[in-house]
């Protein structure tokens, strides 16, 4: 985070708070987040993947509530459906942990008998855009799997790829173009923002 220190400056005087805290914030960043928010390849898509799945086992889930007989585990299961926030398909992206001669690996799991995860495995020392690229093409795998209507042994390993490609372009095309919008001109603008959404003074 590369913050003009006249920008800090503003910062501290909208909001009426010392610059000891606005730097010791920039430091977190720094140190603690970015590393993570690095790592953290193709999280839209991911989280997008997550939800729709997630959608998929909670309907499961309320057909099993509406066959289930037994009313303990009706509850447990309506419980487990409701908690809006629950995962119930997580999916971790993590680099191997020890040499690997594979670039990038899918593991799925299954967890507590309800629902599943995966945790996709990738291979540190490609170049970034590599990166990307494997882990669309693993998320095209749990596409395949989990979400699309069109299955195919025959040309899996193209479709992915094929999925892998358009994820790619898609993000590309985002960043390139559509995040324009998010993004604020100035420190100014968004104080403006700041002095209509909260009111400190």
Known sequence: MNIDPLDI?????????????????????????????????????????????????????????????????????????????????????????????????????????????????????LEDKQKRLLIAHELGHLYMKYVSTKKTEKELEKVVTAFSILAILDKDDFYRNRSRALISKSTDEILSNVEQLFKFK
């Open 9 to 125: 400056k503003k910062i501290s005087a909208s909001l009426n708070l010392n610059e000891e805290y606005i730097n010791y914030i920039i430091d977190d960043f720094n140190n603690i987040l970015q590393p993570f928010i690095t790592k953290n390849y193709l999280s839209h898509l991911v989280s997008a993947i997550e939800d729709v799945i997630n959608d998929k086992v909670k309907k499961e889930l309320k057909h099993r509530i509406d066959t289930e007989k037994d009313d303990v585990k009706r509850q447990e299961l309506f419980t487990l459906m409701e908690a809006k926030h629950y995962r119930l398909f997580p999916i971790l992206i993590e680099p191997f942990s020890i040499y690997n001669k594979r670039k990038a690996q899918i593991i799925t799991f299954a967890k507590r008998n309800i629902g599943a995860g995966a945790i996709i495995y990738y291979d540190d020392r």
